[in-house]
């Protein structure tokens, strides 16, 4: 019987998948490289995203951390801008929280996380969040969930883990807990084998958690 869910939160519960990438691009573009969106997803997927294009491009270090600070910039600015909402998250989670206790567990800072929600209603159905400045060790590490787990004073057992990346998934798989990778453009294309279930929309959550009732 599943009672518990941990989310991860990009791509999941927000769409911010593309303007993250978006920001990238801009903030190398300003140095003058064009950022490769096929070789980007595939370098996300393995943990080392915008910045490997840079190096590999023999663009030094310090330039480097300029422009991800530059990056960071341009992603907030999107975050404050951008339609990220994913249709029927709120109200799917509304009607899960009456079947579950759920929180979030996100590699999104501190800052990023608290701009995205700053006027959005999402929050009112966790019992907590977990951010990149909570733990030690980021996904695919499993001291995120297990921290979650923690947090939550859960079974493995009883608790589900929603996730759209294979670094999530292969961190919910090292901290022993079942998970559902819900569909994003982003990601498709990663290794979800390991997955205890694949699901469209996060509206397919209450089928799995009531078929475990």
């Known amino acids: 019987m599943k009672k518990h869910i941990l989310f991860d939160h990009d ?3 927000v769409d911010t998948e593309f303007w993250y990438y978006k920001a990238g691009e801009r903030a190398l573009a300003d140095i003058g490289l064009t950022l490769d969106k096929a070789r980007y997803l595939r370098d996300m997927s393995r943990g080392l995203g915008t910045w490997a294009q840079a190096r590999a491009a023999g663009i030094d ?3 480097i951390s300029r422009q991800r600070v530059v990056r960071d910039d341009y992603y907030r600015d999107y975050l404050r801008t951008a339609a990220i909402e994913i249709e029927g998250v709120v109200e799917t989670l509304a009607e899960l929280s009456t079947y579950a206790r759920m929180a979030i567990v996100t590699t999104a800072k501190r800052a990023d996380f608290d701009l995205i929600h700053e006027k959005r209603t999402i929050r009112q159905f966790m019992d907590f969040v977990l951010v990149r400045e909570d733990y030690q060790f ?4 499993p001291e995120p969930y297990l921290t979650g787990l ?3 004073g859960a079974s493995r057992e009883e608790t589900l883990v929603v996730e759209d990346s294979a670094r999530g998934l ?3 798989v090292a901290a022993g807990i079942d998970c559902a990778i819900v ?3 982003f990601t498709k294309a990663q290794d979800f084998s390991r997955a205890r279930y694949r699901i469209e929309t ?4 209450k089928g799995i958690i009531l078929d475990m009732t």
């Open 202 to 205: 996060l509206n397919e959550l």
């Open 150 to 152: 923690k947090r939550l």
């Open 170 to 172: 292969n961190s919910a």
């Open 183 to 185: 569909h994003n453009e």
């Open 138 to 141: 980021a996904k695919p590490h």
């Open 61 to 63: 270090e310090q330039t």
């Open 11 to 13: 791509g999941v519960l």
